[in-house]
C-alpha cells in the first residue's frame, strides 16, 4: 500500500504542533523532517527543537532526512528523540555542482567513500533506527547498488534538494525502476521513497514504477482538505 509522508518544511512553523496532529488524523503515514545545514544543500531549515514538536505532537514514524555535510554530529541527536527512520546522502564528500542563482547540489564526485557510508549505516542501526539512503537527482541510481543489502529506505530525489515547491526532475521514474528491480532481484526489503514535485499529478505513476513512500510538502500543506488530498493521492 502506498504510504504518505508530509514534510513539515512546508507547514506553518507558528501552527506546527496543530499541523503535525492534524496530518495524523488525515491520514498520513509519516512525517518527514527536512534537515538542511546551508552547505550540503542552499537553505537552512531545522534541528532537533523543532523536530522534537513534531514528534510529541503524534504517534506518526518519523524520518529525518539529513541534507547535511557531517551527517555523524546528527545523527545521536536525531535517535535521542526518536526518529524512527534517519537518511543520509551517498554524496557526502563529493564535489558540489553550481546550479547559479545561489543554488548548488552535491555529486559523487570520483566515488563514494565506501567505508564512512558503511559506519554511518552501522551507527545509526546500534543506535536503533532504521537507516537509509539519499540520491541527489544527478547520482545514478547504480552507485546505490552496493549498499542496498544494508539499508531499510532508499530516498530518491526528484528536485536538488535546498527548498520546497521546485518543479519535478522525471529522471527519477528510471531510479525507482532500477531500484525496485534490484530489490526484486536480491530478495530484499528496503522501501523506496520520492520526495520533491510529488502531487495528484505524478502519484499513480510514481507507485506504479515502484514508489512506496512519497513525501508531498508544498502540495499537502497548501491543500484546503487534507484528507481528501491523501484519499486522491492513495486512490
Request: some cysteine; glycine content about 8%.
Amino acid at each position: 500500500m502506498l504510504k504518505i509522508a508530509p514534510s513539515i518544511l512546508a507547514a506553518d512553523f507558528g501552527r506546527l504542533r496543530e499541523q503535525v496532529k492534524q496530518a495524523e488524523t488525515a491520514g498520513a503515514d509519516m512525517i518527514h523532517l527536512d534537515i538542511i545545514d546551508g552547505h550540503f544543500a542552499p537553505n537552512i531549515s531545522f534541528g532537533k527543537a523543532i523536530s522534537k514538536i513534531s514528534l510529541d505532537a503524534c504517534s506518526l514514524p518519523h524520518d529525518a532526512h539529513l541534507m547535511v555535510t557531517e551527517p555523524e554530529h546528527y545523527i545521536d541527536d536525531f535517535l535521542e528523540i526518536g526518529a524512527q527512520y534517519i537518511t543520509f546522502h551517498l554524496e557526502i564528500g563529493g564535489t558540489k555542482k553550481d546550479l547559479g542563482k545561489n543554488r548548488w547540489v552535491y555529486t559523487i564526485g570520483d566515488a563514494p567513500d565506501r567505508g564512512r557510508i558503511m559506519w554511518l549505516i552501522s551507527r545509526i542501526k546500534e543506535g536503533g533506527g532504521k537507516a537509509g539512503l539519499t540520491l541527489n537527482p544527478p547520482t545514478e541510481i547504480e552507485q546505490a547498488f552496493p549498499y542496498l543489502h544494508n539499508v531499510d529506505l532508499l530516498l530518491l530525489m526528484s528536485v536538488n534538494p535546498g527548498f520546497s515547491g521546485q518543479k519535478f526532475l522525471d529522471n527519477v521514474y528510471r531510479k525507482i525502476d532500477l531500484a525496485a528491480k534490484f530489490r526484486q532481484d536480491n530478495n530484499l526489503s528496503f522501501e523506496i521513497m520520492v520526495d520533491g514535485g510529488v502531487g495528484l499529478d505524478n502519484a499513480a505513476e510514481l507507485h506504479k514504477a515502484g514508489a512506496d513512500i512519497l513525501v508531498s510538502g508544498s502540495s499537502f500543506y497548501k491543500s484546503p482538505d487534507y484528507s481528501e488530498f491523501i484519499r486522491k493521492i492513495k486512490s
